[in-house]
């Protein structure tokens, strides 16, 4: 995530738009979580792929609950001064983590469905935790800054944003039916702006004239290309590469990977 995630708005048409409150965070985090694990309750296949490359739902859904424990971690060192890894053991053991999970799906010769509930009650568990913390950022904090995993600083008024962004595009990569079109657009709006300054701080900026049906326009180095799509086509291809929802006026520009 960048620093200005859940900073004012910056799309470059227009003024500015005004922050929205923690209370706000909380609330769209609160109903997200609870879209995705009712979907959880109810998906009939675990097993399938997701969108993310290399990873099955189950894999989502289990990092979906490790980023819960993660970011309650640094929201405790933001209220108690005490520093604690997003994930203990670094990177690796983030990674172990999420694969051991996922084997609660079992294997496809087992051929149920019941692990779904699995991990509908590990994302309610770890979210319920993670709640109070969250909640509390609003308060008095020991520290300004808490240290992501791979290093970055933020603000610890950044995490529900963050967690917001994991528990949506995660949903999304179920790829069960759920997708950006079902969310929000002042939501859409701030993550189009997230994504956006990824591309802007990353090594190689495409030149980029991004405009929605809805009226915004982002402009990344030269607006060269102008690329058209609704917010939440868009934001699917931003966020995840795929652009069926975006038309361009030349080729489509290359993003970088993980921008
Ligand atoms: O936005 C970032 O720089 C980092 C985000 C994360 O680390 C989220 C995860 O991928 C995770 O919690 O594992």
Redo the contacts with the bound molecule.
């Keep these: 995530?960048?620093e200005d995630a859940g900073k004012a708005g910056a799309g470059s048409g227009g003024a500015p738009r005004p922050r929205p409150g923690l209370d706000a965070d909380l609330r769209a985090v609160a109903r997200h979580t609870e879209l995705l694990v009712d979907h959880a309750t109810h998906l009939t296949d675990v097993r399938a792929p997701s969108l993310c490359e290399g990873w099955s739902r189950a894999h989502v859904l289990s990092?979906v609950a490790?980023?819960a424990d993660?970011?309650r971690r640094l929201a405790e060192w933001a209220l108690d001064g005490q520093p604690r890894e997003?994930?203990p053991g670094g990177t690796a053991a983030?990674d172990a983590e999420i694969e051991e999970g996922a084997l609660r799906a079992g294997p496809a010769s087992a051929g149920d469905h019941r692990p779904a509930g699995v991990f509908a009650d590990d994302l309610r568990s770890t979210a319920a935790a993670l709640a109070p913390p969250l909640a509390a950022l609003g308060g008095p904090l020991a520290v300004d800054e808490v240290e992501?995993?791979?290093g970055?600083k933020i603000s610890p008024r950044a995490l529900p944003f963050?967690r917001l962004r994991?528990v949506v595009y995660h949903h999304v990569d179920l790829d069960d039916g759920f997708s950006f079109t079902d969310v929000e657009p002042e939501v859409l709006h701030r993550f189009i702006d997230d994504a956006v300054s990824r591309l802007r701080t990353g090594s190689h900026p495409p030149d980029l004239d991004l405009r929605t049906q809805e009226g915004d326009r982002w402009v990344v180095g030269e607006p060269t290309t102008e690329v058209r799509g609704s917010r939440a086509g868009v934001l699917l291809w931003l966020a995840r590469r795929i652009d069926t929802g975006v038309s361009a006026t030349g080729d489509l520009p290359q993003l970088p990977r993980g921008a």
Aim: no cysteine; net charge positive.
């Design positions: 995530m960048t990092h490790r980023n993660a970011i997003m994930y983030r992501m995993r791979g970055m963050m994991e």
